[in-house]
């Protein structure tokens, strides 16, 4: 039986920001994975592209005063930019807003229809009364239904990592607006999840790839599985068939985007795309670990039902912590990987090597410049670097390249040895592993030759000198033909100073234990250069800057005692009039009854109300606030609102103008 091809894709990266370490962690070593499996003769192709629907995009779009497709092009651009600057190589980068995807999403839903896996129903969803729109997913804000803790409306995000259906987040508030939203009830489609729960037990019983992946879906499968509804209220993405007030949601469109990619690589190479996704394929999906719920349940759960294979591996990355705290762009713990790396001049590699050798795949990668530094100084450049400069140099001094004989039999032992080491923890996504292997081969050369000492030999017998020269010339090229897939431009810049004109990467990696013949090399050249202590202090200085800077931000208002509290002097109040100040776009002149007695206050909220909207409303109002003069108007108190859309404190239930606030 014929070996499917071998498909490698990679969660899609969202378009409304700047790529960063956190997305590189799933990347490289899908890029290392690809390159090494190529390199043993597999067929494989390797696609993924930008995910570019969903309210965050839309929200993102607004806040920028542009369309969210122009966004989306913007980053899809971006990503595929900085992706080819680490050397990472899709052999398609497609966009989900492209037709081909579109076609693919209507083709499958109208697939799930068919097939009866679809069904409409009513749910409460949050409005916006001020926005005049319904709040699907990011939208809203509240409290996550099963753990209490704040959320934002498709997901649990800062508790218990639940999915949330529309609906289901309590309290919800407009994430726009700031007002409290109500529920009413629109009409949804939803996809019965819930029937696919012993099939989804068998798949992931069986399904490769890593088993954090497998364990945590596992988990959520045995607890319960509930339908999944698959439509938002949204203008921007894939339309429902049918329906013109609803898109798919994005978690359907984004998946189905691996299949688009590979129809449109298919159209250019002239391949069928069919012979990677329907009956039994090699589709290996890399994630990272916050869609492993994605990719194992709803995804094989929707590609079973509409008639497709489903997948063969998904291999999931740990998390990424910097400086021993949780990534956080908010709080300053992030590396930009162009503004912090690329753009300063580091190399690619340096960064490739370490997200590839610091920790296993599915462990926590915690980043940090010093342990950067000291891991490439190290390793990098002491071990490898150090062995390669010194064995080509020496070589090409006493002997003017590879000098002649044959390799010795131990040392191709050692090298095979290495292969083998090295084929079965790439296989087994243990990355870390697999360089750890390499590198020992490197650091198997440095003991060999400072033991053999071939610059004392050659005084004494220049044909055991030559020997030892052609035993570690033999290692330089296993070492050039193996780190390829971690560090493709020095491999390639190894490969060459060997006396090579092609690409490293276009040989075997069995190639390793072709004997080297004898002949000229190029005049080789230290393939590392140290990072210096100012360099990785400079860097560091950087990054606490930030989170310096992001904390001075987020500084919590000093404590105040309870008496200090109540010096304060908060009532209700309702607006009896409104009228915008002359000469000012920000400020609103208002009379509000305070209970017995109207004030005069003025207020900067003119580009959130109308007068109109705000006559007749309940506020809160600091009343014992000192008089001031506002545009030559005098304010007397401060109406109470929160966020930058200054969001009136309101409240929930009818009070009179006056009501003490305790």
């Known amino acids: 039986m014929t070996t499917p091809p071998l498909l490698v894709t990679c969660g899609l990266p969202y378009t409304n920001g700047p790529c960063h370490l956190g997305h590189l962690r799933t990347y490289v070593p899908a890029d290392c994975y690809v390159r090494y499996m190529r390199r043993t003769g597999e067929e494989v192709v390797f696609v993924c592209g930008s995910d570019n629907h969903g309210t965050p995009i839309v929200v993102s779009a607004e806040e920028q005063g542009v369309s969210p497709r122009a ?15 680490m050397g990472v190589r899709f052999d398609r980068f497609g966009m989900t807003d492209d037709p081909t995807d579109q076609h693919r999403t209507t083709s499958i839903v109208n697939e799930l229809v068919k097939n009866g896996y679809v069904y409409k129903q009513s749910v409460h969803q949050a409005y916006c009364t001020r926005c005049k729109r319904f709040l699907p997913d990011r939208y809203v804000e509240g409290i996550c239904p099963h753990c209490g803790t704040p959320a934002r409306g498709d997901e649990c995000d800062q508790g218990c990592g639940k999915h949330l259906e529309p609906g289901e987040i309590k309290d919800p508030v407009c994430k726009v607006c700031g007002t409290k939203a109500e529920f009413r009830d629109q009409e949804h489609y939803f996809f019965k999840l819930s ?28 607890e319960e599985l509930h339908d999944w509804c698959i439509t938002r209220t949204l203008e921007w993405g894939v339309k429902f068939p049918g329906r013109d007030d609803l898109v ?3 978690w359907v469109d984004a998946p189905i985007g691996y299949i688009a990619f590979t129809e449109e690589w298919a159209a250019g190479a002239k391949e069928d795309w069919k012979r990677f996704w329907c009956g039994e394929n090699r589709v290996t999906h ?37 400086d021993d705290h949780k990534f956080s762009k908010s709080r300053g713990y992030v590396v930009w990987t162009n503004e912090d790396y690329l753009d300063r001049g580091l190399p690619a590699d340096y960064l490739r090597y370490y997200l590839l050798a610091y920790t296993s795949h599915t462990k926590e990668l915690n980043f940090s410049w010093k342990v950067f530094g000291e891991r490439i100084n190290n390793e990098v450049v002491n071990i490898l670097g150090n062995f390669v400069y010194r064995t080509l140099f020496f070589a090409q001094k006493e002997f003017g390249g590879v000098p002649a004989g044959v390799v010795d039999p131990m040392i191709l032992q050692e090298i095979n040895k290495s292969l083998a080491t090295v084929d079965r923890l790439m296989k087994e996504y243990e990355f870390k592993g697999a360089v750890d292997a390499i590198m020992a081969l490197a650091a198997f050369g440095n003991t060999y030759i400072q033991t053999s000492a071939p610059w004392k030999l050659v005084k004494t017998d ?16 296993a070492l050039a033909l193996l780190i390829e897939p971690v560090m493709p431009e020095k491999a390639q810049a190894c490969w060459t100073m060997l006396g090579h004109d092609d690409e490293v990467g276009a040989h075997t990696v069995s190639d390793a234990v072709v004997p080297v013949t004898e002949g000229s090399i190029r ?12 360099q990785v202090a400079e860097l560091d200085a950087l990054l606490q800057k930030r989170v310096a800077e992001a904390n001075k931000k987020m500084e919590k208002t000093p404590i105040v005692s309870f008496e200090e509290f109540q010096k304060l002097e908060l009532r209700t109040g309702r607006v009896l009039a409104a009228e915008p100040v002359k000469k000012s776009n920000k400020l609103l002149k208002l009379q509000v009854d305070i209970g017995g007695e109207t004030r005069q206050i003025v207020a900067g909220m003119q580009q959130f109300y109308t007068p109109d909207e705000l006559v007749g409303r309940d506020v809160v109002v600091m009343v014992n606030l000192a008089p001031a003069k506002i545009f030559g108007i005098e304010s007397n108190g401060m109406v109470l609102a929160a966020g930058e859309a200054a969001s009136l404190l309101v409240p929930l239930k009818p009070v009179e103008p006056g009501s003490k606030i305790r």
């Open 286 to 322: 890399f994630i990272g670990g916050d869609i492993i719920y994605h990719h194992c349940i709803f995804w094989p759960a929707l590609l079973k039902a509409a008639g497709y294979g489903v997948p063969h591996a998904i291999v999931a990355s740990g998390m990424v912590k910097v």
């Open 248 to 250: 798919v949601y994005v």
């Open 523 to 534: 005049t080789p050249s230290p393939l590392f250069t140290k990072m210096e202590e100012a």
């Open 462 to 477: 220049r044909v055991a000198a030559a020997q030892v020269i052609k035993n570690c010339i033999q290692i330089t090229q």
């Open 195 to 222: 029937g696919f729960k012993d099939f989804l037990l068998t798949f992931l019983d069986g399904v490769k790839g890593t088993s954090n992946a497998k364990n945590y879906a596992i988990g959520w499968i045995k």
């Open 71 to 85: 966004l989306s092009e913007r980053y899809h651009v971006h990503f595929d930019e900085t992706f080819k600057r």
